[in-house]
């Protein structure tokens, strides 16, 4: 009782609680005083470092407009940092040497191994329900798919390009990716095309060598349309004449299969067609050698994985569902990258 009143009975106590009342008046004008001084502080600081920032941008303005006046159809951007004496330019030459720029982005490039094929059939609409909707996927969720690529980085390049990386000494883009769509049905070319012509994307597009004719389904394609996407960009290559499982057929039908799809495709569209596509993904070591001995550099399974430089005959890809939003696409991409 005795230690509980004493506190109180000092608190309360004449003498001290006025000065203490004081005390606390004087502590909230000086905390006031402190907050207003703060303030004052932040707000010019804030204030200068606007001007600054003004400065800057006004100064570099300034540059570009000149270099433009002065500058023949040079780059009047390069002309401007190189030539302005201003202190207020080569501020902002070193802070953009420091940042992130729009061109370093588009020098920097892949150093790994393995790259991820993505394994795409038809682009049209479908009606078809069950396991084979999966073979389907819209123009607008294609769109939707190549978008996130390429907001997630992604730059699609053709079995060649990544050959010659893997072998001769090539360059790739820092994320490289491959589309690719099996069988050749209009779709792709209809479809397929505009999507990845927006992007300036190239794809493979891997062709069962009787699909394409003047017959006009969605089963088939022309020689304009496969015309049109090797105008493109798009690359050129076998995925047989009649779509057999190779592993099945004697050896001269391997052959044929092989070598004369190839010869077809080379004569009508002038194209190398350096890599091959096995039907149904089946594949055995006699269907390897075989395709090596018609001439193909690399082919491609349907093995889950990212492709492998060691394993050129059987290059893994990813499965695409084409009802995949692209959220799950990116996943998927991301996984097998990580463990190719
Ligand atoms: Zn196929």
């Not at 009342?21 to 004087?26: D, E, I, L």
């Not at 010869?263 to 055995?284: I, S, T, W």
Request: hydrophobic letters at 35%.
């Amino acid at each position: 009782v005795n230690r509980r009143s004493q506190p109180r009975r000092y608190v309360s106590s004449s003498y001290t609680g006025p000065t203490s009342t004081a005390r606390r008046r004087a502590a909230s004008r000086r905390r006031r005083t402190r907050r207003l001084l703060t303030t004052s502080f932040t707000v010019v600081l804030l204030a200068g470092v606007g001007v600054a920032a003004w400065y800057l941008i006004a100064g570099r303005g300034t540059g570009e407009a000149d270099a433009t006046d002065t500058a023949s159809g040079g780059q009047p951007q390069t002309v401007a940092l190189e030539t302005s004496p201003s202190p207020q330019a080569s501020a902002s030459k070193s802070a953009a040497t420091k940042s992130p720029s729009p061109s370093s982005e588009e020098g920097a490039t892949f150093s790994g191994t393995h790259v991820p094929i993505l394994m795409y059939h038809r682009i049209e609409e479908t009606t078809v329900t069950g396991d084979n909707a999966a073979y389907f996927c819209s123009p607008k969720r294609l769109a939707q798919h190549v978008k996130a690529l390429k907001d997630a980085g992604y730059t699609a390049v053709t079995l060649q390009q990544v050959y010659d990386y893997w072998h001769n000494g090539g360059t790739l883009p820092e994320k490289p990716v491959v589309l690719s769509f099996d069988d050749g049905t209009s779709g792709i070319a209809d479809n397929g095309g505009p999507v990845l012509r927006k992007y300036g994307w190239p794809g493979v597009l891997s062709v069962i060598v009787p699909n394409i004719n003047d017959s006009g389904g969605s089963l088939s394609m022309t020689p304009t349309q496969i015309r049109t996407l090797i105008d493109d960009g798009w690359e050129l290559d076998s995925h047989s004449m009649t779509h057999p499982n190779l592993t099945t057929v004697n050896a001269d039908r391997l052959r044929y299969e092989l070598e004369e799809s190839r010869r077809r495709l080379q004569e009508q569209f002038d194209q190398p067609v350096n890599f091959f596509c096995y039907p149904g993904g089946a594949h055995n070591a006699a269907v390897m050698a075989a395709a090596q001995a018609a001439g193909y550099l690399g082919a491609t399974t349907v093995v889950r994985g990212a492709a492998d430089p060691d394993m050129p005959y059987q290059l893994d890809r990813i499965e695409v569902d084409g009802r995949w939003v692209p959220k799950t696409l990116l996943r998927d991409l991301e996984y097998w990258q990580q463990n190719p």
